[in-house]
T-cell receptor, first 114, second 115 residues
Framework: DTEVTQTPKHLVMGMTNKKSLKCEQH?????MYWYKQKAKKPPELMFV???????INESVPSRFSPECPNSSLLNLHLHALQPEDSALYLC?????????????FGPGTRLTVL | AQSVAQPEDQVNVAEGNPLTVKCTYS??????LFWYVQYPNRGLQFLLK????DNLVKGSYGFEAEFNKSQTSFHLKKPSALVSDSALYFC?????????????WGAGTKLIIKP
């Protein structure tokens, strides 16, 4: 089973709201990722966790705060977002951070910031 | 610098005809190459990858891709297109020698299969 689940599917929030995106995988993968994707564009890497520790933060604004409570879960906490943050947020996981390890993606959360 | 090029924004193919979606890459060392497909309002689905070995890689849904080192290409192919193959296709590469974990993505190619 190569399933990554994400909730919610859709989220509409105001610029002053606080919300969280959730991601879960039960494949025993030790690496998990957050990506942001604008329409018809390739995904942009935001954060990488390896063995529950933050490995990469691609200079993402602090209004995005990742959290990895355990090896199966990954959260993205959102606060004081801007309308330009509206996008599809994708979670992915891979066995490890090896160059040949395949990343498996969830269906995404469609975020709209008003 | 590492890069991936998908030279066609859109490819139109009649149902039942063979399809090819092109991808070329540039890396310093040896490449690991991936193809993903994205259906409307969905996440990315892994199709296939080249790590080493046989240059012809077979993947999901009848797709295959051929690694050509001399032409630095990894074109995605299918012998007979289905309308349901219509989607956005992304090629991605990693340089084996690069400690950076990131996948380098192509811009994507929209594939339209007409009945």
């Amino acid at each position: 089973d190569t399933e990554v689940t994400q909730t919610p599917k859709h989220l509409v929030m105001g610029m002053t709201n606080k919300k969280s995106l959730k991601c879960e995988q039960h494949m025993g993968h030790r690496a998990m990722y957050w990506y942001k994707q604008k329409a018809k564009k390739p995904p942009e890497l935001m954060f990488v966790y390896s063995y529950e520790k933050l490995s990469i933060n691609e200079s993402v604004p602090s209004r995005f705060s990742p959290e990895c409570p355990n090896s199966s879960l990954l959260n993205l906490h959102l606060h004081a977002l801007q309308p330009e943050d509206s996008a599809l947020y994708l979670c992915a996981s891979s066995q490890d951070l090896g160059a040949g390890d395949t990343q498996y993606f969830g269906p995404g959360t469609r975020l709209t910031v008003l | 610098a590492q890069s991936v090029a998908q030279p066609e924004d859109q490819v139109n193919v009649a149902e039942g005809n063979p399809l090819t979606v092109k991808c070329t890459y540039s890396v310093s060392g040896n490449p690991y190459l991936f193809w993903y497909v994205q259906y409307p309002n969905r996440g990315l689905q892994f199709l296939l990858k080249y790590i080493t070995g046989d240059n012809l890689v077979k993947g999901s849904y009848g797709f295959e891709a051929e690694f050509n080192k001399s032409q630095t290409s990894f074109h995605l192919k299918k012998p007979s297109a289905l309308v349901s193959d219509s989607a956005l296709y992304f090629c991605a590469v990693r340089d084996v020698m690069d400690s950076n974990y990131q996948l380098i993505w192509g811009a994507g190619t929209k594939l339209i299969i007409k009945p």
